[in-house]
């Protein structure tokens, strides 16, 4: 344990080998946000806009379940094995989706994806903040979500470009066998458990008598009874909500609007693109200016790029659209994740992380059944600008309940809550970890 050591300098080997395991993470998402849609619209003849998303309800309800038991099996069980886990789930799912003779069948491949998604990028996600410690939480989680997203955006662009000149299936979804491949075998024979570094770090910012929380206890105090935990849960679903919308409802907005298949494929891939690349700044920026203001500020970003699509009809609108909703998630997704590593102990650390990604990617489902009920109810912008609302009212929430978690661990406060008193030792040192 003396030769464990925190920090990205430190680990920069292993950071950087689970920056591209998160890369073929999110190419495996990339593939289905250009196709899908049209693939349910032309091939299975589904026209009810709910029908059509149902893939994102079925995708973002078994991804937030995984997200919670993958915090848990996390802790119990080492980041690796759930890691490597989440990979063998992937397997069938480039081959469902090449041959699934009914849409039921392509519901299913979700079902997989979803669970697949929330054990590996969970998992990436906790062992990177293992490793970074907490002086770079923001630019660990940036670089993890340029990967991941930045990935997402390539492989969507790609699909479209395969689709338009060799058809909505098979050959689009050759590329997911290859990341299923190259990401298992990095996670099984490169990938190193990281539990041990959390609990180095654990051992340096309390005392020995830290009480654990139970499952349920860290459920409660991260979604409702700690007023940081909950606001930053309830971001993170609204955030997820507009990415559900984005995946399913923008590229029927963009062919309603006499846009190409390429077209789709471009638009479709600029916003998790500008996601992607922002991150890079926004990450290490939050460490720097903290992480509330980034937060409100990405959501008015993100409301307003929402609206630009509503009223948009011609390609260069679109994409200003979508560039606004890409800058406003880079400002809010990593420095969500690293507000997460400033309030939550070492000790329960990688289970409030599962917990916030339990209400973030419901709003997967959430958003696709809002979108899909209002589209089908009053159309495609009455959709859109109810999504907007939602992120203007999000973003204030953030800014009249959360407090400022930066460097919240070198100074002291006055919580009273009872399972996560400080005791004096850390109180002497200046740490706390409640809310």
Request: glycine content about 12%; cysteine-free; aromatic content about 10%.
């Amino acid at each position: 344990m003396s030769q464990v050591r925190l920090g990205l300098r430190e680990n920069l080997g292993q950071f950087s080998l689970l920056v591209v395991v998160n890369a073929f993470v999110g190419a495996m998402v990339g593939l289905e946000r250009t196709i899908l849609p049209r693939i349910a619209e032309e091939e299975f003849h589904l026209a009810a806009k709910s029908a059509v998303l149902s893939f994102i309800v079925v995708f973002g309800l078994t991804k937030a379940a995984t997200n919670y038991f993958a915090g848990r099996f996390s802790d119990r069980f080492g980041r690796k094995q759930v890691l490597v886990g989440g990979w063998l789930v992937a397997i069938p799912v480039p081959f469902l989706l090449m041959w699934a003779p009914s849409w039921s069948w392509i519901l299913f491949a979700n079902a997989l994806l979803g669970v697949s998604q929330g054990l590996t990028w969970s998992t990436t996600v906790i062992m990177k903040i293992d490793l970074a410690g907490p002086e770079k939480r923001g630019l660990a989680m940036g670089l993890n979500e340029f990967a991941g997203y930045f990935a997402v955006a390539g492989s969507a662009l790609a699909t479209g470009f395969v689709a338009a000149n060799y058809g909505l299936r098979p050959e689009p979804f050759y590329m997911g066998v290859g990341f299923v491949a190259l990401g298992l075998l990095l996670s099984v024979f490169a990938v190193r458990e990281t539990n041990h570094h959390a609990t180095h770090e654990a051992k340096l910012t309390s005392a020995s008598g830290e009480k654990s929380l139970t499952a349920g206890e860290v459920f409660i105090h991260t979604s409702f009874k700690d007023r940081d935990l909950s606001s930053i849960s309830q971001a993170g679903l609204v955030n997820n909500l507009n990415d559900g919308m984005a995946w399913g409802l923008f590229p029927l907005v963009y062919a309603a609007a006499g846009m190409s298949l390429s077209e789709v494929g471009t638009l479709a891939a600029i916003y998790p693109a500008v996601w992607g690349l922002g991150q890079l700044v926004t990450g290490a920026w939050s460490d720097r200016v903290g992480r509330k203001r980034l937060i409100v500020a990405g959501k008015v970003v993100q409301a307003l790029g929402i609206i630009v699509i509503a009223f948009g009809s011609v390609f260069g609108v679109f994409a200003l659209g979508a560039g606004l909703i890409g800058l406003g998630t880079a400002m809010v997704y990593p420095t969500l994740l690293a507000a997460i590593g400033d309030v939550a102990h070492p000790s329960w650390r990688a289970s409030a992380v599962g917990v916030y990604r339990l209400w973030r990617d419901s709003g997967y489902a959430i958003g696709a059944l809002l979108a899909g009920i209002i589209a089908d109810s009053f159309g495609l912008v009455a959709a859109t600008l109810a999504v907007a609302a939602l992120n203007l009212f999000s973003g204030f929430e953030v800014a009249i309940r959360m407090r400022e978690t930066l460097r919240r661990f070198e100074r002291p406060t006055a919580s009273s809550h009872e399972t996560q008193v400080a005791t004096a030792a850390r109180d002497k040192e200046g740490v706390t970890v409640d809310g």
